[in-house]
């Protein structure tokens, strides 16, 4: 069954270089091209990405991960992501930001053309050994060190800018009412009225105060899966991954974006693992008295956005339906047992947990 997205949908899509095919690229030219500029040999491993392509090199006793944009990702986009961790490293270096490797002539990447006449980017990181966060079930103190890593995080790149930041980036949660478009993908009538009720809070509750909100580059996919964590380390953070949603947005909608992976997943309460993250997250990036109100329904709205995107890709990825659409169930079975708790109460713990004593 084919649909469209609408007309603004897509083209926040083909912005955000989701549309485009994936050229194949020779290994051989890989080799070349790694050896040439980096002075890199090894085994090269194909990864899976959802945009562009990504390579695990092995190196002797080292490894990398290898990063080739998208076709249709300008380059301002890519050097947005790229120019974001190197400033990091040399502003906040004691922050666990994933290391970009230099090119042997002092660059943080190479330009590469895979045949097709079109131009991409090629950058090469340290990989990190570890566990991703989403591989292991995290305690109330590992969920408020992984909370505080992000308000320190945000607090970096306040004094970050970059013209690219102000892109249209689908994945944004300030675009969330472009995606109304997609809930005619959701097969279930009971998932559609979930996602027209997130639709309608957020409507009424957060786009009349977005412009009134802080606002800097963010990370925007502070997620589970991107995150390296050592559970046996008293920092428990051990890396920060892909900066490839890197955009200048609300700062709420940074932890928004995490917490929307939280809830939902506890037996003892929906919110139970996203107050503890919120705890850790205020300790060095304290969300003001109009901000916090709005973090529960920006969670929904990007939990509702994680389980309608699965739709649309299914239909452009037959052969990965079946596990794209599992995921869609998990996402609405959680947005359905976050929707059960009150949002006063919601609002109230986290509150609760910034030390409010009104509450």
């Not at 994936?22 to 491993?45: A, C, F, M, T, W």
Request: hydrophobic share 45%; glycine share 6%.
């Amino acid at each position: 069954m084919n649909k469209s997205p609408g007309a603004v949908l897509k083209r926040l899509l083909e912005e955000s270089s989701l549309l485009a095919s994936s050229q194949p690229i020779d290994p051989v030219l890989l080799k070349n091209v790694l050896e040439r500029h980096y002075g890199l040999g090894g085994h090269v491993e194909r990864l899976g990405s959802e945009k562009g392509h990504t390579f695990r090199l092995k190196v002797k006793a080292n490894e990398y991960l290898v990063k080739v944009s998208p076709s249709d990702e300008p380059e301002p986009v890519t050097a947005l992501q790229i120019e974001a961790m190197r400033y990091l490293d040399d502003a906040a270096h004691a922050l666990p930001v994933q290391r970009i490797k230099r090119t042997l002539d002092g660059r943080d990447s190479v330009p590469i053309d895979v045949g097709d006449g079109l131009c991409r980017t090629l950058s090469v990181f340290c990989f990190v050994e570890g566990l991703l966060w989403e591989q292991m079930e995290a305690d109330v103190e590992q969920l408020t060190k992984a909370g505080d890593m992000l308000g320190r995080l945000n607090v970096a790149l306040r004094s970050f800018e970059h013209p690219a930041a102000a892109r249209s980036l689908v994945y944004d949660i300030r675009h969330f009412l472009h995606w109304t478009g997609l809930v005619e993908y959701a097969p279930h009538p009971k998932h559609r009225l979930l996602a027209q009720r997130v639709f309608r809070l957020f409507e009424e509750g957060v786009l009349p105060r977005l412009l009134s909100l802080r606002m800097q580059v963010i990370h925007g996919d502070y997620a589970p899966n991107n995150v390296v964590v050592d559970s046996h380390s008293d920092v428990f953070v051990k890396a920060i991954l892909d900066f490839g949603d890197a955009v200048h947005s609300a700062v709420i909608f940074d932890p928004a974006n995490t917490v929307a992976h939280l809830i939902g997943r506890s037996q003892d309460h929906p919110w139970q693992d996203a107050f503890a993250f919120v705890a850790g997250y205020n300790q060095s990036q304290p969300l003001n008295a109009s901000e916090l109100p709005l973090l529960p329904v920006a969670a929904l709205a990007r939990l509702t956005m994680l389980a309608l995107i699965r739709y649309w890709k299914a239909e452009r990825a037959p052969d990965q339906s079946k596990e794209l659409l599992a995921s869609a169930e998990y996402y609405w079975a959680n947005l359905e047992r976050a929707m059960d708790v009150s949002l006063d109460d919601v609002i109230a713990r986290f509150r609760y947990g910034v030390g409010d004593p009104g509450c």
